[in-house]
């Protein structure tokens, strides 16, 4: 059945707040702390190591894993939780370049997260000098995808600006040259449709504490292709991923499933907030969010151009390209957010002078983004952002 939209009901936002920054951190759904509270007090507390086997936690990555992969469009059996989203890209990355022995060019482009660029030099250093990482322009990764192209490997929305990479255009591209398709997902999954099996890439990755809900330090996850996972060979060889963990054995021998890409002991607390944030998503339809997303970005677009002059779009103005976040330049723009949220309208900044809006249908609606754009227009219009207390520059930004 489908259900509409938005369902505020299943989340526990401050009455005094909007909330647009689910781009980043997604809001507490209701239940998920009495869930984790029952883990730790139950489970944990009374169970005690029993609760491995009589909760099931062992278990537990797994059932998450199939009900993401539900959600993008993937089989039940392809999709792997637990670790980190750097964890997670770094196996993808060694996987992929083993299947391309011959190959030396991981591609990316200049727009990726930093973070992903990391990982790929820390793994170059890791693994063999001869590799090398090119970063293109975001418009010119067509061009760049050549025969000497081992790995392509990209984050399908720009965390800045909200620039959507085509998906299935782009993985048809580098197999049409045999190079290996690595998407990252953090900044798409649970906000645009995903199509993991029609896309055909080989890997997937990404994270859930943004549009899934699942909490600061949630699990992240990893697609494989169902066809490649038996020929995988983990770089990182976890007693996790062993196909019979307690065995004890002396030598690493990988599970015959997406088991294998599992490293790590489970966070169990982390992994039980997500299940529970997962129940949010029931009934709900990909392409419905999709449509909310287009038509409250929009809306907010053309509220804040009609109301704040000072701004100037960074995202793509065709809501077709972009994701589901909308981000706005502005010389002050880390004062002028800083103003904004001690009014009650939460978003974020990110360097030089980038604003970011996240649209997240399942909590947002239209009266929402008329009120940010509101308050955003009385915060630029006043110079209420000049006050001192707004120029300190805090850690997390």
């Known amino acids: 059945m489908e259900i509409s939209l938005p369902r505020k009901e299943l989340f526990d936002i401050p009455a005094d707040v909007i909330y647009l920054n689910g781009n980043s951190l997604g809001v507490l759904p209701k239940g998920a702390a009495e869930r984790a509270q029952n883990?730790?007090?139950e489970e944990w507390g009374r169970q005690l190591i029993r609760a491995w086997n009589t909760a099931g936690w062992m278990a537990l990555p797994q059932v998450v894993g199939d009900t993401l992969a539900g959600l993008m469009g993937a089989p039940v059996g392809s999709v792997a939780t637990g670790d980190t989203l750097s964890i997670k890209l770094y196996q993808a990355l060694a996987a992929a370049l083993d299947m391309r022995p011959d190959r030396?060019?991981?591609?990316s482009d200049s727009g990726n997260f930093p973070n992903d660029l990391y990982m790929a030099q820390g793994l170059i250093r890791t693994v063999s000098k001869s590799h090398e990482l090119l970063t293109p322009a975001p418009e010119d990764v067509m061009d760049a995808i050549t025969t000497d192209v081992a790995v392509v490997m990209l984050t399908q929305v720009d965390y800045r600006t909200g620039r959507m990479h085509d998906m299935m255009s782009i993985t048809r591209r580098a197999h049409s040259v045999g190079a290996v398709m690595i998407w990252d997902l953090a900044h798409s999954a649970g906000a645009v449709p995903v199509h993991l099996t029609a896309t055909n890439a080989e890997f997937a990755v990404g994270c859930t504490y943004k549009y899934f809900n699942g909490g600061p330090g949630a699990?992240?996850?990893i697609y494989v292709r169902p066809d490649l996972v038996m020929n995988i060979s983990p770089a990182l060889a976890g007693w996790q991923g062993h196909d019979a963990p307690f065995a004890m054995e002396q030598d690493y021998r990988p599970a015959m499933s997406i088991e294998r890409m599992r490293v790590g002991t489970p966070s169990v607390v982390q992994m039980a907030i997500l299940q529970e944030a997962l129940k949010a998503w029931e009934?709900?339809?990909q392409a419905e969010v999709r449509a909310a997303?287009?038509?409250?970005?929009?809306?907010?677009?053309?509220?804040?151009e009609a109301r704040c002059p000072q701004l100037s779009l960074a995202s793509p103005r065709d809501p077709a390209l972009r994701g589901s976040q909308v981000s706005f330049a502005f010389e002050h723009g880390y004062s002028a957010m800083q103003a904004i949220i001690d009014r009650g309208v939460i978003g974020d900044f990110r360097a030089p002078n980038i604003m970011r809006f996240g649209f997240t249908p399942l909590y947002l609606d239209e009266d929402d983004v008329v009120s940010a754009a509101k308050v955003l227009e009385q915060v630029l219009g006043?110079?209420?952002?000049r006050d001192p207390k707004y120029q300190k520059v805090a850690r997390v930004t």
Do not use: H, K
């Open 382 to 385: 006043q110079d209420l952002w």
């Open 283 to 285: 009934g709900v339809d």
């Open 219 to 221: 699990p992240a996850f």
């Open 293 to 304: 997303s287009v038509r409250l970005s929009e809306r907010f677009i053309s509220e804040v």
């Open 104 to 107: 030396r060019v991981i591609l």
């Open 39 to 41: 883990v730790i007090a």
